[in-house]
């Protein structure tokens, strides 16, 4: 495969967008990307969607939001890993970029949650888990990390102010996000208070329902080096799947697809885990922060808790988590996320970070992690100034 | 891109099968494929689905159906173009091993359409037209259809012979075939007096709805040498997309997704429509089969039905269509048809085809062209003996 680059990035507001349509927000990402790429077309689309089926009554994504962006008749394509969907579309634009097939494409991601009931969310949500064997059995998501955080509890000693540490830092980088849809600092006290949804787990432990479109642009180098603005190269891509029952699982402390998919990247970009420098991943709750951690290799199983109460994850610690705010602030349009950490990968590396949330030092070699329901999917992108 | 090849094929039982649950289906085409490939591994999985969240409440399809082959851990995704989303989990396969990142991938498709209530189905397909525009204001598929075949017979003089040709014929090439889930043949008059859906399309003119998976081993050329089987080239792959709603189109009496799609398939593969030898298309419904012959380019508008008529596309014709009964016959399991099109052209190309639906001659060079709604997009690929 040749060198594959990232020319451009756009966001759609995020968070309860109740003026903008599932098709709106994408198209606004869309042409923010393009705008910022300078680009005048793309050859193919790839478009991250978990269920728009379920959210808004409307498949055939790929093929809606060509038509929508203007652009009737491009290859376009929807693809689907529940949470980690906009990976697979980042993913998927990287293979087709690199096979030499097409020089410019967009990868995307796009969901809108907020048009259906709290009820009708949570149960598209779930179908993100075992369909015949956990949510007949009345599991949802809150629940799943909830076993998940007190098994990583028992056997770790993971504390309640190591999830709590988790929040305050993602809303204090979060605050700093102009596209974030909870742009507040949080006090412990306050996370630590807030109402329980599945114990441990409380409502300031979990990412939110959010409206909201990413989008990049993926090109070859030579496109890249011609249209003279800063890029990034895409290093290594690494997809892999795991067990998707929790009961069936060896270790459920432990993220074995998170594992697999940052082995994968970091072999095909001839890099080791302490290469990186920062690192965007999916804290879809707090305690899954912890276990990506883990689970990447950048700590020892239950050691990332105390390095982040040390400090360590903040955006001036030795290793900086989701500087974007991750999902926890940002927000967590389910089929976007993917690429959304893209989008801050992108500015960090190219300088172009908001607010003073810029990591300082010019850090040049960063990864995302983007993980589809209790981590039966994960996508690892390994990402390098160019 | 380097040279890519099919090694294996293989179908689950088709229709309606009650019991086999959306996963089974998946494996029994799964390993169907495999044995017939002679791998002992792949190194990665696509899976076509058009909403496995509306019709079974699952999503997260490709991890899922990772874990339940006894592959948990490969890279797996999930992608959707509504029906035509078998096409595009074969089109990514294609793409990830010409890119050499990848050398033996599955290319799949499935659907369990038949757990919900033919409302609940027929909602379901919906989502494959423009939510806002055409389906909240009452448009379903067979409505949708009969819009384009009036204006066909409008523009054209098709006739109703010319839709109970294609019906006659396509269930004629079914009754050879062990897998199709109407395997009988059809008398014209039968035809013409079944109950009507949209006017002029009766139920004998509309595909069924069907439970089926099917599934190719997609890999390069090195490895389909030293497997010592038969095995097909994929010379060329073409998606494109079209405008949504029939209503904003031009012209509803061609399907332009099919034009450029062929035309990018048969660019790519160096090839001329005149080469062709045969093809599987996507007869969703009778006028489908017509329309689509004439926008691949193999005949001149308002020409096919009456080429149809004069036998031109029967199994023994010039130019055989859908040896396999196609959608009319075979069955249309949304999210396994395009990969089901593949799975003819490899028997048909090894001589494989069961019952006595081989085309004589021993053709080499075939087409297939699957589509998606009312024809938003169209994917079709060129493959020719190896």
Redesign the interface.
Known sequence: ?RPVCVVGAGMSQWGEVWRK?F?ELFVDAARAAIADAGVDHID?LYVGC?????F?????????M??YLGM???????????CASGG?AF??AF??V????SEIVMASGVEKMTDCSGDEAT??L???????YE?FNGATFPGLYALMAHAHMHKYGTTRAMLTAVAVKNHHNGSMNPFAQYPFKLKPETVETSVMVADPLRILDCSPITDGAAAVIVCSEEVAKKLRRPYIKVLGSG??????QLAQREDITTI??AT?ASQRALKMAGKQISDIQFAEVHDCFTIAEIMVAESIGKYKPGQAGAAFLAGESALDGKFPINPSGGLKSKGHPVGATGVAQVVEVFKQLTGKAENGRQIKGAPKLAMTQNM??TG??SVVHIMEVA
């Open positions: 495969m349509s098709r193919s978990m269920t728009g089926g379920l808004v009554g409307q498949e055939h994504i790929g093929a809606l060509a038509d009737p008749g491009i290859p376009a394509a929807h693809v689907e890993s529940a697979i993913r998927q293979i087709e690199g096979s030499g097939l149960a598209a779930a179908t993100a888990a075992d369909a015949e949510v997809l892999a799947t795991d067990i998707m074995k697809s697999l589809g329901g039966a999917s």
